[in-house]
């Protein structure tokens, strides 16, 4: 069992920049590969971007490329979520995820039904 907990969300000017974290506690951490989904109300939770167990391959949805960079601190247990130039339209709340050792294609990776164990999320807010 692996346990997550998001944080650093908040309220920011669109432009600006906040990171997130999600810090994991349980079953060993390292070899799990890591996700981050997101969702707005009234809206599915889609993905947003992922990290295999090594941090040596990272995944994005086209919205965020170049904007937002994923990585991980496996002595630390804990995965992150660099967000910058933000927009309104990233509002919403974010969901760290985390799937079961092994290795994944991208289409495993975008799957929010593929990924075991989720943290409770954070908000983020993006005015304009």
């Known amino acids: 069992q692996v346990q997550l907990v998001e944080s650093g969300g908040g309220l920011v000017q669109a432009g600006g920049s906040l990171r997130l974290s999600c810090a994991a506690s349980g079953r060993t951490f390292s070899n799990n590969p890591m996700g981050w989904f997101r969702q707005a109300p009234g809206k599915e939770r889609v993905f947003v971007a992922a990290i295999n167990w090594s941090g040596t391959s990272t995944y994005y949805t086209d919205s965020v490329k170049g904007r937002f960079a994923i990585s991980r601190d496996n002595a630390k247990s804990t995965v992150y979520l660099q967000m910058n130039s933000l927009k309104p339209e990233d509002s919403a709340v974010y969901f760290c995820?985390?799937?079961?050792?092994?290795?994944?294609?991208?289409?495993?990776?975008?799957?929010?039904?593929?990924?075991?164990?989720w943290g409770q999320g954070t908000q983020v807010t993006v005015s304009s």
């Open positions: 995820a985390a799937k079961r050792v092994g290795y994944y294609s991208y289409n495993e990776y975008v799957q929010s039904r593929t990924y075991d164990y």
